[in-house]
T-cell receptor, first 116, second 113 residues
Framework: AAGVIQSPRHLIKEKRETATLKCYPIPRHDTVYWYQQGPGQDPQFLISFYEKMQSDKGSIPDRFSAQQFSDYHSELNMSSLELGDSALYFC???????????????FGPGTRLTVL | DQQVKQNSPSLSVQEGRISILNCDYTNSMFDYFLWYKKYPAEGPTFLISISSIKDKNEDGRFTVFLNKSAKHLSLHIVPSQPGDSAVYFCAASGASGTYKYIFGTGTRLKVLA
């Protein structure tokens, strides 16, 4: 079965550079979530999109922005990177947002970002 | 403030025995709970979920129990297998009408052959 695809899988950047992470949800899933997992930490919610509109916002820094496109894929743009941004970034998708909170989110393999 | 807590960072269990992983939460508005399994360098894999209207859900070797009055849920794995060795996260959602997941801190399970 098709899963959530994230690219790139690994990314190394220097401080103050920018990075773009991409997420391709499971087909027919229209809701995308982004999570950040620091070393030894639990995943923390960043932002979510439903039908190309931002649906919820968590602890996402102002230096980060994200959007969902017409094909439902999403991109997380990160600017002025800091050492503390080094983490695993997971994308998850679910089939729908509006109907119920009980729609399971399915996670991608993550992008490991290292900021030097 | 950690709304979802897993107080045991690690657990070792002999193969064939029962593994019990625990999770506590503080927000009574959560209405959906899940368990995810995570291997290194991979994303969390969905295992099992439970709605707040139930107190038990079973799927093969995995059973999740929910005690709403105690704000506690647990995952039972019977029988445990070496391939179950991974980090297990519990997650909760539904508070304040949002669907984002709040994760616990994870429990590393090691099943000994």
């Amino acid at each position: 079965a098709a899963g959530v695809i994230q690219s790139p899988r690994h990314l190394i950047k220097e401080k103050r550079e920018t990075a773009t992470l991409k997420c391709y949800p499971i087909p027919r899933h229209d809701t995308v979530y982004w999570y950040q997992q620091g070393p030894g930490q639990d995943p923390q919610f960043l932002i979510s999109f439903y039908e190309k509109m931002q649906s919820d916002k968590g602890s996402i820094p102002d230096r980060f922005s994200a959007q969902q496109f017409s094909d439902y894929h999403s991109e997380l743009n990160m600017s002025s990177l800091e050492l503390g941004d080094s983490a695993l970034y997971f994308c998850a998708s679910s089939p729908r947002l509006a109907e119920s909170s009980t729609d399971t989110q399915y996670f991608g393999p993550g992008t490991r970002l290292t900021v030097l | 403030d950690q709304q979802v807590k897993q107080n045991s960072p690690s657990l070792s269990v002999q193969e064939g025995r029962i593994s019990i992983l625990n999770c506590d939460y503080t927000n009574s508005m959560f209405d959906y709970f899940l368990w995810y399994k995570k291997y290194p360098a991979e994303g969390p894999t969905f295992l099992i979920s439970i709605s707040s209207i139930k107190d038990k859900n079973e799927d093969g070797r995995f059973t999740v129990f929910l005690n709403k009055s105690a704000k506690h849920l647990s995952l039972h794995i019977v029988p445990s297998q070496p391939g179950d060795s991974a980090v297990y996260f519990c997650a909760a959602s539904g508070a304040s009408g949002t669907y984002k997941y709040i994760f616990g801190t994870g429990t590393r399970l090691k099943v000994l052959a």
